[in-house]
């Protein structure tokens, strides 16, 4: 497995480098991946978030977490270097300590949750449907339990 965390903002992002390597080795036992995967996350400013909202989801306005999915990607070129590339994860830190506080939990619970959501996006997940909301809410819960990070 290979993670690749970035920050474009000043937030301490190194913090949460276990919990992130946790949740994917969880992931990977819950969802009994065998690839070998490769994952980018960039913490990045509420105005940047914003701005990508607008240009790929045609919404104004910042969110906690976007991911893009290379799989989704009909111009991807596959390789044979043994490496399941999955795609990126953004997360807006400013945007996720403020909802935490909102939500009444810890910054940790909620930068590891939207994670864990992006995460799952990448897998192939969606929540379009109820029926898909209801698995990928299954699935945030068996992740974060099996962490340990509840609050």
């Known amino acids: 497995m290979i993670l690749d965390i970035n920050c474009k903002t ?3 992002y190194l913090k949460h480098q276990k919990d992130f390597n ?5 992931t990977i036992d819950i969802l009994n991946i065998k690839d070998n995967i490769e994952i980018s996350v960039t913490f990045v400013s509420d105005l ?8 790929y989801r045609n919404k104004n306005k910042p969110t906690d977490v976007i991911s893009f999915a290379f799989e989704d990607n009909d111009d991807a070129i ?7 590339v999955l795609g990126d994860i953004l997360i807006a830190n400013d945007y ?13 619970r909620e930068i590891s949750f939207v994670f864990v959501h992006g995460l ?11 029926k898909d909301w209801d698995e990928m809410v299954k699935y945030e819960k068996l992740i974060l339990e099996k962490t340990q990070i509840l609050k």
């Open 48 to 55: 940047e978030i914003k701005k990508i909202n607008y240009q």
């Open 78 to 84: 596959e390789e044979n270097i043994g490496i399941r």
């Open 96 to 108: 996720c300590i403020a909802q935490s506080k909102k939500m009444g939990h810890s910054e940790r």
């Open 120 to 130: 799952l996006h990448l897998l192939g997940f969606d929540h379009i449907l109820e």
């Open 22 to 26: 946790d949740i994917v080795n969880n």
């Open 10 to 12: 000043e937030y301490d």
